[in-house]
């Protein structure tokens, strides 16, 4: 996962080598002592002979203009090109730039000094979005208030993994002591109503389910009155997929949400659909408010960039990640988590 950007953000080593090539043709008094190839990546900033000898004479120095400028430029394509939306790489850079502006720089540590900015820069732009919702913290509270059960609903497109990650939701519940009700209102796809019991049976949360082509909105309604007759806390909603822009999915979507009133509605979304993304959910946040995103199949993306952009494109937090097919193949999101997956520190 973020194989792509990783490499494209740090495509340093390579140019690394090719700087190092470039010093070894210069004097030796004008050589940054002590640079080499550290196991970490790190991004390589083509500093011109002049800066360098400036920096070996006094000790620190400051980048020019045209290097600020051509590190920017180049960071700024390999970004784009591994799917960072062209907003979030904007506000990225801009956050960058002030900060290598306003750097001084110990010449022997130029890269290594650089990446920390990075780091910091992208750890400010997405610090800057809103936080998500903690589904079990929010879960819990209510329970101790009474106003249960919590209704979560979970939608998409078709096959980015709504069952799957209800799934896992339910599995990280159930560890921490919070049972649930499956509703099986993918009632489009008759294997559906199987594959949510699978996973209910496999986790051993409860299911309430009808036929198929039945009312999907009437399932959840029924899967509600069950955990209020039973005091269950949770009830997650399964919904069927199809191409976002499907009038009927849009729809029965608008249904559900009359009828189950959900509390949280989770748009669950493959990071590998590239560029995409961003209008899938913004065609379905036309029609209902989406709380949180959960991004899957991030083990499958080598790109990455939805990851960095998806929450200041859309203005909507990612919750999760997922990052395989096991229930417990579920990472909470965090800032720190996308640029450590990325600068590898
Ligand atoms: N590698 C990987 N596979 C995943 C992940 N999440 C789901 N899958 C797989 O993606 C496939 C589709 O998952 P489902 O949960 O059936 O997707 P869905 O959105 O419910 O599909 P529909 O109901 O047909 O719309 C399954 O093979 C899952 O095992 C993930 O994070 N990583
Ligand atoms: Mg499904």
Do not use: W
Not at 94 to 123: C, G, H, N, Q, W
């Amino acid at each position: 996962m973020f194989d792509e950007l990783r490499k494209r953000i740090s495509s340093a080593v390579k140019g690394f080598i090719k700087k190092e090539e470039k010093e070894a043709e210069l004097p030796a008094e004008t050589i940054p002592e002590g640079r080499g190839i550290t196991k970490e990546p790190v991004l390589s900033v083509d500093t011109s002979v002049s800066t360098r000898i400036k920096g070996a004479l006094t000790g620190s120095v400051k980048l020019s203009d045209d290097e600020v400028e051509n590190f920017l430029k180049e960071l700024e394509d390999s970004l784009l090109k591994s799917d960072v939306s062209y907003s979030a790489t904007e506000s990225f850079i801009a956050i960058l730039r002030k900060k290598l502006e306003a750097s001084r720089f110990k010449p022997r540590e130029i890269d290594e000094m650089v990446t920390k900015e990075v780091r910091s820069s992208l750890l400010e732009m997405l610090k800057g979005s809103k936080p998500g919702i903690d589904l079990i913290k929010f879960v819990k509270e209510r329970a101790v208030t009474g106003e249960i059960p919590v209704k979560i609903l979970f939608l998409g497109p078709n096959g980015t993994g709504k069952t799957t990650t209800m799934g896992k939701i339910a599995a990280a519940m159930k560890r921490n002591g919070i049972e649930s009700v499956f509703s099986a209102s993918d009632t489009f796809r008759a294997a559906a109503i199987e594959q949510t019991e699978h996973h209910a049976r496999a986790i051993g949360s409860h299911v309430i389910k009808s036929k198929y082509g039945a009312d999907p909105a009437s399932v959840a309604f029924d899967a509600i009155a069950y955990a209020k007759a039973h005091k269950i806390p949770a009830v997650l909603i399964d919904t069927a997929g199809r191409q976002e822009t499907n009038r009927n999915l849009i729809n029965e979507m608008m249904k559900m949400v009359k009828v189950a009133k959900p509390d949280i509605t989770v748009f669950v979304g493959e990071s590998t659909s590239g560029n995409a993304l961003t209008p899938q959910i913004m065609e379905f946040s036309k029609y209902m408010k989406i709380d949180g995103i959960i991004l899957t199949k991030l083990d499958c993306d080598a790109k990455g960039g939805n990851a960095v952009s998806i929450a200041s494109t859309t203005g909507i937090p990612i919750l999760f990640f997922g990052v395989g097919e096991s229930y417990d193949a579920l990472v909470g999101y965090t800032p720190e988590f996308v640029v450590d997956s990325i600068l590898h520190n």
